[in-house]
Nanobody, 119 residues
Framework: QLQAYGGGLAQAGGFLRLSCAASGSTFIINSIAWYRQAPGEQREFLAGIRRGGRANDYADSVKGRFTFSRDAARNTVYLQMNSLNPEDTAVYFC??????????????WGQGTQVTVSS
């Protein structure tokens, strides 16, 4: 299970930090990343570790402003979002491919958290 939190309202130029915690008895995270979906738009990849990748990957739209990090001990990933602008307004999701003994490797999505940036 993935649970995301930390969204809210920010002013343009401000910052927010999102967190996403993975929970369960026994699991292995194959990939995990942040995505967002604005009204009327498709869900887009923002930052994270893609399956088979080793390094953090970023979308061009957030490169240099957003930072993905991971605390393996807490099974938690973060998205530090700086220099926010109104175009960053969207519902933010964490998603990943996670292996469990009972289900094997499948994709999980956390519930979205709303980020609203005012001008």
């Amino acid at each position: 299970q993935l649970q995301a939190y930390g969204g809210g309202l920010a002013q343009a130029g401000g910052f927010l930090r999102l967190s996403c915690a993975a929970s369960g008895s026994t699991f292995i995270i194959n990939s995990i990343a942040w995505y967002r979906q604005a009204p009327g738009e498709q869900r887009e990849f923002l930052a994270g570790i893609r399956r088979g990748g080793r390094a953090n990957d970023y979308a061009d739209s957030v490169k240099g402003r957003f930072t993905f990090s991971r605390d393996a001990a807490r099974n938690t990933v973060y998205l530090q979002m700086n220099s926010l602008n109104p175009e960053d307004t969207a519902v933010y999701f964490c998603g990943g491919n996670i292996w469990t003994p009972s289900k094997g490797s499948i994709d999980y999505w956390g519930q979205g958290t709303q980020v609203t940036v005012s001008s």
